[in-house]
């Protein structure tokens, strides 16, 4: 079955690339805004953008108001959040998050989401995750104000978190990271089975 996107509506296009780009990790990012409210959101359009420097890239998916989500809004002030990696205990709070509070609600309070001081940034993070990426803002970059549409937003990493039994010689143990990767509509992997293969 072929699909022309010149034929689909916005919601057509959105429930295939979602459905067929998994999975996908999810950035459950932390910020801090100017009136000292913590935020955290979940954002699946997530990946490395560079090793040298090190960059981390996460899209905002624009909103049918226009608007942009908090994390952005923060971000553009303050210019610090942390990347939280989420793995499977933590999924049902990161889920929560993901509703839309007022401006002025917290999603660490909401959701009931232990917190812990960041090294190097002001916001907070996720105590219990697995793997922190404390970030500056690099760059934000349009690509459409349309409902659908995307900002790309890069990020600095200044430092990284990995909890210890996570860090074995000199390498992320795969098999113990226990990532969530986002799946089409409301579905999520979680458990997968690791495999390993040399590159040939």
């Known amino acids: 079955m072929i699909f022309d996107l010149a034929e689909l509506d916005n919601q ?15 950035a459950w990012i932390s910020t801090c805004s100017k009136d000292n409210i913590d935020n955290l959101a979940p954002y699946s359009f997530f990946t490395v953008a560079s090793c040298n420097p090190p960059v981390l890239l ?4 624009t909103q049918r108001s226009g608007l942009d989500k908090d994390t952005l809004e923060n971000l553009r002030t ?9 793995n499977s205990p933590l999924i049902e709070s990161m889920n929560l998050t993901s509703t839309n509070l007022s401006f002025d609600e917290s999603e660490f309070s909401f959701a009931n989401v ?12 996720v ?4 793997i922190r990426f404390e970030c500056t803002l690099r760059e934000i970059i349009p690509i459409s104000e349309l409902p ?13 978190y990995v909890r210890d039994d996570l860090y074995k010689n000199g390498l992320v143990d795969q098999s113990l990271v226990d990532t969530v990767g986002k799946m089409g509509g409301d579905h999520f992997s979680i458990n997968g089975n690791v495999i390993a293969l040399k590159r040939p």
């Not at 057509?12 to 999810?26: A, N």
């Not at 232990?114 to 993070?125: A, E, K």
């Open 78 to 86: 303050t210019g610090e959040c942390v990347v939280n990696i989420v």
């Open 114 to 125: 232990d917190s812990c001081t960041s090294h190097n940034v002001t916001p907070l993070s």
């Open 148 to 160: 659908s549409g995307g900002t790309l937003i890069l990020l600095d990493v200044k430092s990284i």
């Open 12 to 26: 057509e296009k959105y429930r295939l690339l979602t459905g067929g780009v998994t999975p996908r990790p999810i």
């Open 127 to 130: 105590k219990e995750s697995p």
């Open 58 to 61: 996460y899209t905002q998916v």
